[in-house]
């Protein structure tokens, strides 16, 4: 008999994608959308939707996501975003897994991101494994920095082949500020370790990536959309040096004065 699986939601301002999520899980033994302080009709839409819904301030990706866990009811979690989808044949890819787990306390999986309705099989978005199903027993936790939290378990870690569905960007300008949004943190993160901005990072590290996605990473054969995931990709470096090397003007700016 297969042990009952929570499945566990961190979300703000999600109405508008959060429901083809929900649908998804309909398997799940509990549904958990934890939410950080949503303005639209998010709640609403996932009590709707048979979810048990709980509110928590913000605290940061990886203390929220962790309180979020802590909420769950049962040991196997399940961790999606409103962006994720399990499809039919994952949902039984995970049943299995839990059911006959063989010692492990993790399960890492593919994410097949989607731009539009278009599938991205090859560049830097392939197959980008995620740990997203574990036990809390076995200390199923976020950790990392401000943004990209990593998600960790205490004890061995096996691999899911079937993909947990993604589809990261609402539209262009949706995308461009994400990647500004992630860009900035990650520059935060790293200037608090000491690291500064150079004009040859900012020069030469964008095209690079750029042709390690389209390129070395076969994103030509996504055509248009495998530019468009290079172009992303390639612009994260751009603005995240060109916030650091702002942190580290306005860092000599203060020495001076």
């Not at 949503?38 to 940061?60: C, F, N």
């Not at 992630?182 to 901005?197: E, H, K, P, T, V």
Request: glycine content about 10%.
């Amino acid at each position: 008999m297969r042990p009952p699986v929570s499945v566990v939601y961190m979300v703000k301002d999600e109405a508008d994608r959060l429901a083809p999520s929900l649908a998804s899980v309909g398997w799940a033994d509990e549904v958990l959308v934890v939410d950080t302080g949503s303005t639209d009709a998010t709640q609403e839409l996932a009590r709707g939707a048979g979810a048990r819904v709980e509110s928590i301030p913000w605290e940061g990706y990886v203390a929220s996501r962790n309180r979020a866990l802590s909420l769950a009811t049962h040991d196997w979690v399940l961790i999606l975003d409103a962006d994720e989808r399990v499809s039919p044949l994952l949902a039984g890819t995970i049943a299995k897994a839990v059911e006959t787990p063989g010692g492990a306390a993790g399960f890492r999986m593919p994410r097949l991101a989607h731009v539009g309705a278009q599938p991205i099989r090859h560049g830097v978005w392939w197959p980008d494994r995620k740990l997203r199903l574990g036990l809390r027993s076995r200390g199923l936790r976020a950790t990392g920095g401000s943004v990209h939290e990593a998600i960790e378990v205490d004890g061995e870690v096996r691999d899911l082949s079937e993909p947990l569905l993604h589809f990261p960007y609402r539209d262009v300008a949706d995308a461009v500020r994400k990647i500004s949004v992630y860009a900035r943190l990650s520059a935060a993160d790293r200037f608090d370790r000491g690291r500064r901005g150079g004009v040859l990072s900012l020069l030469i590290r964008p095209p690079l990536e750029f042709l390690r996605s389209w390129i070395w990473k076969r994103g030509i054969l996504d055509g248009r959309a495998g530019v468009g995931v290079a172009l992303l990709h390639a612009g994260y470096y751009l603005l995240r040096a060109a916030y650091l090397l702002e942190g580290a003007e306005r860092e000599k700016a203060g020495r001076v004065r």
